[in-house]
């Protein structure tokens, strides 16, 4: 059973402290991805990584960066977390070798800022 | 530039009834177009998705989804209503291929 697993479900944080969002994927994915969601606005891409060590910003890349030392696993980071980063994250994955995949969710991650 | 609109952020059925929710995209390429459905903090799960193979598409659960191109839409149905339906749908197209763009979603309420 394929799985993109991310680390904390739920996360409360207080202002201006670092985060860590952790995710990985056992299908070897090539690609992965950092949504945030927020009610009526959908899904919004932070960041995306299209292979080891590469990274792309998304729509809304500013106050997150992102990292991936392995194919497997990438991690959203909040340098400096504020309140209006409290939100849903989601991590998906996807194969560039499937032309017509689809992505692949974790679970969430909910994340409060205080 | 692709985008998805979903029309409808909340749509109310009785159980019994027939589902539609409402999705029109814009691509410059052939689209691949997928719906997913979202429950109460949980991760999306692919209900369906279209490729090109038929423009009526089964899924998961009971829903459908037919493509036309005529009218840019892939609106997703179902013709009974459950109370487990209810849940966050999200339509999303994918072009070119590996952008994924995701409508703002639609509530599906299902009342007894």
């Known amino acids: 059973d394929v799985k993109v697993t991310q680390s904390s479900r739920y996360l409360v944080k207080r202002t201006g402290e670092k985060v860590f969002l952790e995710c990985v994927q056992d299908?070897?994915?090539?690609?992965m991805f950092w949504y945030r969601q927020d009610p009526g606005l959908g899904l919004r891409l932070i960041y995306f990584?299209?292979?080891?060590?590469?990274?792309e910003k998304g729509d809304i890349p500013e106050g997150y960066s992102v990292s991936r030392e392995k194919k497997e696993r990438f991690s959203l980071i909040l340098e400096s977390a504020s309140t209006n980063q409290t939100s849903m994250y989601l991590c998906?994955?996807?194969?560039?070798?499937?032309?017509?995949?689809?992505?692949?969710f974790g679970e969430g991650s909910r994340l409060t800022v205080l | 530039a692709q985008s998805v609109t979903q029309l409808g952020s909340h749509v109310s059925v009785s159980e019994g009834a027939l589902v539609l929710l409402r999705c029109n995209y814009s691509?410059?390429?052939?689209?691949?177009l997928f719906w997913y459905v979202q429950y109460p903090n949980q991760g999306l799960q692919l209900l369906l998705k279209?490729?090109?193979?038929?423009?009526l598409v089964k899924g998961i659960n009971g829903f459908e989804a037919e493509f036309k191109k005529s009218e840019t839409s892939f609106h997703l149905t179902k013709p009974s209503a459950h109370m487990s339906d209810a849940a966050e749908y999200f339509c999303a197209v994918s072009a070119p291929v590996g952008k994924f763009y995701f409508g703002s979603g639609t509530k599906l309420n299902v009342k007894p």
């Open positions: 998906a994955s996807y194969s560039t070798g499937r032309v017509s995949g689809e992505l692949f």
């Open positions: 279209y490729t090109s193979a038929a423009t």
């Open positions: 990584s299209y292979d080891v060590k590469m990274k």
């Open positions: 299908m070897d994915h090539e690609n």
């Open positions: 691509s410059s390429v052939p689209p691949y």
